[in-house]
């Protein structure tokens, strides 16, 4: 695979962004990827724990928006792209075993989101958090916006999706969308190490506990997902995502800026 490691130990697998030259941006062949990777790792009844993590100082950085830049789509067109999204998610969203998102560096966008599918979120001291969507014109997609009111309750997710601003690895921690903050160094050996322990416990417990509280908090996952793709195909095809696309790829400043204190630091509330 061009875009993805995969490793086993055991039980275990490793899934590895490796596009750092990108910042593991979720271009065409990662999402290709993941898509041959995801279904597969669903079906395998020997798996008991999943790390996703990403390479080279940043776990992903989003949606590709010099690839959206370029694709001339209608908003039917859009729609049925985000569904194709979701035919990696779901299998990701509906695996049994407990998943592990590692983060250190940005996690931004559908990065944010994905690093949200974790059972358990560890973070290191450069792990940066964005829904960095309405700057771009957009709402949160690859079920970030669900997960994040289910993590932090809805005040607390309109905030930070209505802001766009960006959340330290401290603030996450704080917050409690991380389980864990480790040095650099330490963070790939923490994750494995938590994956590692579920080889001992009940594959059929685990599955239990993880059904309930989908249950529980997602609702109607399809419904959800349905909504999110008609959502966005509109608002891949309003003058505003267009404009705020053509600011990014010219280096040009966001038209939408969180404002700042008088300190120069973004609030954080």
């Known amino acids: 695979m061009e875009a993805l490691r995969l490793q086993r130990d055991g039980g275990v697998a490793v899934l590895t962004l490796a596009r750092p030259a990108s910042r593991n941006a979720l271009d065409e062949v990662l999402r290709e990827e993941l898509l041959a990777v995801l279904p597969r790792l669903s079906e395998d009844d020997s798996l008991r724990a999943l790390v996703i993590q990403g390479e080279g ?13 370029g694709a001339r789509l209608d908003a039917d067109g859009w729609r049925r792209r985000m569904a194709r999204g979701h035919q990696w998610l779901k299998p990701l969203l509906a695996l049994d075993c407990p998943i592990i998102t590692a983060v250190d560096g940005a996690a931004y966008g559908a990065g944010f989101s994905l690093a949200l599918c974790g059972d358990f979120l560890l973070v290191g001291p450069r792990a940066r958090f964005c829904m960095s969507f309405l700057r771009v014109g957009l ?7 669900p997960a994040l009111c289910a993590a932090l309750g809805p005040r607390r997710a309109r905030e930070l999706v209505l802001s766009a601003r960006e959340v330290s690895a401290d603030e996450a921690l704080r917050l409690g969308l991380a389980s864990e903050a480790l040095d650099s160094d330490r963070l790939p050996g923490r994750a494995l190490e938590i994956a590692k ?13 993880k059904n309930e509280i989908r249950h529980l908090t997602a609702g109607d996952s399809d419904d959800l997902l349905h909504r999110e793709a008609v959502g966005q195909a509109v608002l891949f095809d309003t003058s505003a995502h267009r404009d705020a696309v053509d600011r990014f790829l010219n280096k040009k400043p966001a038209a939408f800026q969180w404002p700042r204190d008088r300190s120069g630091e973004q609030h954080d509330s």
Do not use: Q, R, T
């Not at 100082?57 to 830049?69: P, Q, S, V």
């Not at 322990?197 to 506990?209: L, N, Q």
């Open 57 to 69: 100082g940043a776990f992903c950085a989003g949606g590709d928006l010099k690839g959206i830049g």
């Open 139 to 145: 709402m949160p997609d690859l079920g970030g916006l």
């Open 197 to 209: 322990a579920f080889e001992g416990a009940s594959p059929a417990a685990v599955a239990m506990i």
